[in-house]
């Protein structure tokens, strides 16, 4: 894979309240993760993960947050939709996470996804996942196109979401430029018939 360089890389997160969101991204940005639950709004930070250099959106899925958690999603380089690994209901609003970053594209199909996207299910606390939550995390990944990655908040595995994230854009650019460069093959092919 060649690894075309940009100056920075965007990763929006997006979910239900509570999923932990803003614990991944403290650990990933500062190594700990909050003592108290606090309901974000919209927050960016910047680290590197990979060697790159990259902005990490922590959003809020309440109705107030919608305008700037929209405005996020269109400059997002890749989209974590993430949810509860021990709690399977908050699989439930993906479908709708998922609608509102299509709704700020125009996505005609898989092919066009506008942003590299990957699931992610947090266990927030030690013990066993919820085996049907991360079934559904599973197949909803599958059925869009989407990568899926189980993370354990207090472990290193959280960056390794975001190294997933990393690898998923670079990958996603070199499959649309070699796509493009196809296409304007067939267009010469084209005009010279
Ligand atoms: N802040 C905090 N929350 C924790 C911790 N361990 C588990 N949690 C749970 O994680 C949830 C909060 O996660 P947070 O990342 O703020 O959720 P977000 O709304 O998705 O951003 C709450 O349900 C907490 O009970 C911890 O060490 N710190
Ligand atoms: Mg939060």
């Not at 405005?71 to 709708?96: E, P």
Request: glycine content about 6%.
């Amino acid at each position: 894979m060649s690894r075309n360089k940009r100056n920075v890389y965007t990763i929006v997160l997006i979910g239900d309240s509570q999923v932990g969101k803003t614990c991944m991204v403290n650990k990933l940005c500062y190594g700990s993760i909050p003592i108290d639950y606090e309901p974000t709004i919209e927050d960016l930070h910047t680290t590197i993960v990979l060697t790159e250099k990259v902005e990490v959106i922590d959003t809020s899925p309440d109705e107030m947050a919608q305008s700037l958690r929209k405005s996020s999603l269109k400059t997002a380089d890749a989209v974590m939709l993430v949810y509860d690994s021990q709690n399977r209901r908050s699989t439930d609003n993906l479908f709708w996470h998922l609608e509102e970053f299509r709704s700020v594209h125009d996505w005609k199909s898989f092919q066009y996804l506008p942003a590299a996207c990957l699931v992610v299910g947090v266990a927030k606390h030690v013990g066993p996942v919820d085996a049907g939550a991360v079934e559904d995390g599973k197949k909803f990944a599958h059925l869009w196109g989407m990568g899926h990655l189980n993370v354990r908040l207090k472990s290193i595995s959280v960056r390794s979401a975001f190294e997933k994230c990393v690898f998923m854009i670079e990958e996603r650019r070199d499959f649309l430029s070699s796509r493009q460069v196809q296409e304007v093959q067939h267009g010469k092919c084209c005009t010279i018939l």
